[in-house]
């Protein structure tokens, strides 16, 4: 069986205080707990400046051994201010960043501004341009890009296409990549809403039914504006993959 990546978009909310990380807990070894419990995680810092040596150096002692995966969403510098033109210098920069997190280092996601609509020719050429060696994601906020040309560009490049919920909005259960990439930011509102028991079954067969294919899969829920709703799903959905996994061994 495939392996199962389940994790939060995030570590740092201080709503978690008190439900998942105990009271007296530090805030520098909060990763270290996350990771006794669950798998990997979305980064979302990086969306915002390549990390430093010392950030993976932390990331890394907090996660000793081998079974924890850092997603990385790539620097906004790459998505939103060159919108994946003449950039090769920033996909440079943020790769060097961040291949210190050596067998740590899961997909990196790269998360497009829902105001950038489809352009096949600029999303081909920059797919050219990422390494072979290293899975990576699209999220395509604008549903213009949810199409079959788009779908036969991606999986060209062996490059995943992100299904997600955000309130209303929503994008296919697409699978276009050896692994599979899902975003789960909220359901009743961007970023807000606990998702029922009837909504994680459903993406976890969903899921499961792709790992039984023999693809990774990756979940991270990003409802993390209320409680600690994201990373009750996630503990949640864990249970029920690896529940599933079980019964099909």
Known sequence: MADAWVGTSGWSYKTWRGRFYPRGLAQRNWLGHYAGHLRSVEVNATFYRPPSEQMIQHWAE?????????????????????????????????????????????????????NFAKDLKRLDTFLARLPANQHCAMEFRDPS?????????????????????????????????????????????AYRGLYDEDALRDWAEWLHGERAKGRDIHIYFDNTDTDDDAVRNALRMQALLDGMADSAS
């Open 62 to 114: 907090a996660t000793p051994g081998h079974g924890f995966r850092f997603s990385l969403k790539a620097w906004r510098a790459i998505t939103h201010m060159k919108r994946l033109r003449d950039c090769a210098d920033h996909l440079a920069a943020f790769f060097a960043a961040t291949r210190a997190l050596g067998h740590r280092r899961g997909p990196v996601l790269f998360q497009l501004p829902p």
């Open 145 to 189: 890009w949810h199409d079959e040309k788009v779908f036969a560009c991606l999986e060209k490049h062996g490059v995943a296409f992100v299904p997600f919920e955000i309130g209303p909005l929503s994008a296919p259960r697409i699978v276009t990549a050896p692994f599979v990439y899902v975003r789960l930011h909220g359901r009743e509102a």
